[in-house]
């Protein structure tokens, strides 16, 4: 029989998507958002429509003020003893985007039934965190980092399914490129070839050795021989503007 190494290991996942205020019937008195396009390279780009089987949960962003190291280990503490009896599902996890030019701790939130996100909240700032304060803010792009535990399931060397989210693969890069290179090689990739219809981020996991440094791709169609092709074009288009940055040096 065949076997699978399985990688669980704390990791990073960084993406640009669009933010405004969420949406609700209930008037939250925290700043919380949400994103108007969890996988724009996929669905929003392209205009394809999402019928009912294909639909993903919004993430939602509440916003807090800065945590130290120890209340971050605070909060995976309760949010795992929420988890045993809070009675609608959820994720929960700590990341950081931008506010008005400004760095912001948020807690990034999946939930199968959002209309028990105010005592999920509730049950939070019960438990020391603070959240700031709810105001008026217009829809704006945003970098945005999750730190996630991440359990990913290798299909063959270098590549990897996620075990946790559906269509969610994984493929190692050689090389580490700042955000703006990345993206404009995200761009690049996807107007040079046929391949277009899919979501592309940077990720990473940790070991001994340091960061293990990712591609995350959203593709519901996806299919190894894609993958395959991809990770080669990042590993050349990696490769090419990390020596024109040597030259220019």
């Known amino acids: 029989m065949e076997s699978f190494k399985t990688i669980e290991s704390p990791g ?21 958002l949400e994103d108007l396009d969890q996988y724009p390279g996929f669905y929003d780009h392209f205009h394809i429509p999402v019928n009912e089987d294909e639909k993903k949960p919004r993430s939602i962003f509440a916003i807090t003020k800065d945590m130290t190291f120890v209340q971050m280990d605070e909060f995976i503490r309760n949010t795992a003893a929420f988890k045993k009896d809070f009675g609608t599902k959820f994720d929960a ?68 399914r996620d075990l946790e989210l559906s269509d969610t693969y994984y493929f190692k890069v050689n090389k580490y490129v700042t955000w703006p290179k990345f993206e404009a090689i995200s761009i690049a990739i996807r107007n040079n070839n046929n391949h277009k219809v899919y979501d592309a981020a940077q990720a990473g996991y940790y070991n001994y050795d340091g960061i293990i440094e990712l591609v995350r791709i959203y593709d519901p169609k996806a299919t190894l021989d894609n993958l395959i092709f991809l990770k080669e074009k990042y590993d050349i288009e990696i490769e090419r503007a990390l020596y024109q940055i040597a030259q220019i040096s």
Do not use: W
Not at 131 to 155: A, D, G, Q
């Open 12 to 32: 990073f996942v960084l993406k640009r998507e669009t933010l405004s205020p969420l949406a609700a019937e209930y008037k939250f008195n925290e700043l919380i």
């Open 93 to 160: 996890v700590i990341g950081r985007l931008m506010m008005q030019n400004n760095p912001v701790t948020c807690i990034r939130i999946y939930m199968d039934d959002y209309t028990a996100l105010p005592l999920l909240i509730e049950r939070y700032k019960q438990h020391g965190v603070e959240f700031l304060p709810n105001r008026s803010i217009k829809p704006y792009s945003s970098l945005i980092t999750i730190r996630k535990y991440m359990r990913l399931e290798e299909i063959i060397p270098s590549f990897y």
